[in-house]
């Protein structure tokens, strides 16, 4: 009755998992109902009921999702979570490890296990001990921009451009008109959210370059005064 919960990175990849654990146990010799393993996404039919059974019913006693099941959901008999995709943000990771904090009298849950193979754990660990221990000072853009030209490490990087693809979202909420045009000229995009998206599609590379290359940009939106 321990519950196992599997991160994948994509639906496919999910479809993958489920198929590869079903052969898997077949070859064990240990055939598995139907239903025991189940992907559960957005799109997924009958995904509240599936979701249903996952908390209170013995099957699906294995799920796999992509981002689905990070937040929002109660099954304190997970007790085993793996993670066969790699995140991005402290918060999400928690949230993720969230899933299978809770305590089961039930079934005599006293821990969980966490099986890491595309090392998140080690990634957020790094993470968590560069946090500051001093209060966060607000960085103009060219700082952000300055820091993201001296880091190698992924993980890192990505954190950087995410950071500051959110804080230009919110700074040109605040623009007038012609401070919006403006940044429309210096960016090639008519909306802040079309220019970060822009930067989600390329590679973690290609991203930190294009970021450092728009110092006209920053320069622009840390000079412009809130309308």
């Not at 990505?158 to 008109?177: E, F, G, H, P, Y």
Request: hydrophobic share 40%.
């Amino acid at each position: 009755r321990k519950k196992t919960l599997i991160f994948a990175a994509t639906k496919d990849h999910g479809k993958d998992i489920v198929q590869i654990l079903k052969e898997e146990f077949d070859a064990l010799g240990q055939p598995v109902d139907n239903d025991a393993i189940a992907l559960i996404v957005g799109d997924t039919h009958k995904r509240k009921n599936l979701l249903k059974c996952f908390k209170n019913e013995h099957y699906p006693s294995i799920v796999v999702t992509v981002d689905l099941l990070t937040t929002g959901i109660d099954v304190p008999s997970i007790c085993n979570l793996i993670f066969m995709r790699r995140v991005n943000s402290r918060i999400l990771y928690d949230q993720m490890i969230g899933r299978a904090t809770r305590k089961c009298d039930e079934i005599g849950k006293e821990v969980f296990k966490i099986y890491d193979a595309v090392g998140v754990t080690e990634i957020m660990a790094k993470e968590n001990v560069m946090k500051p221990v001093a209060p966060v000072v607000t960085k103009k853009f060219v700082d952000l921009n300055e820091e993201i030209k001296l880091l190698e490490d992924d993980y890192l990087v990505q954190t950087k451009v995410d950071r500051i693809i959110a804080k230009m979202q919110r700074k040109v909420r605040s623009l007038n008109q012609d401070q919006l045009d403006k940044f429309e000229t210096l960016s090639g995009e008519k909306t802040a959210t079309d220019f970060g998206l822009r930067i989600k599609e390329l590679t973690t590379t290609a991203a930190k370059n294009f970021v450092s290359e728009n110092q006209a940009l920053w320069e622009f939106l840390d000079r412009e005064k809130e309308k």
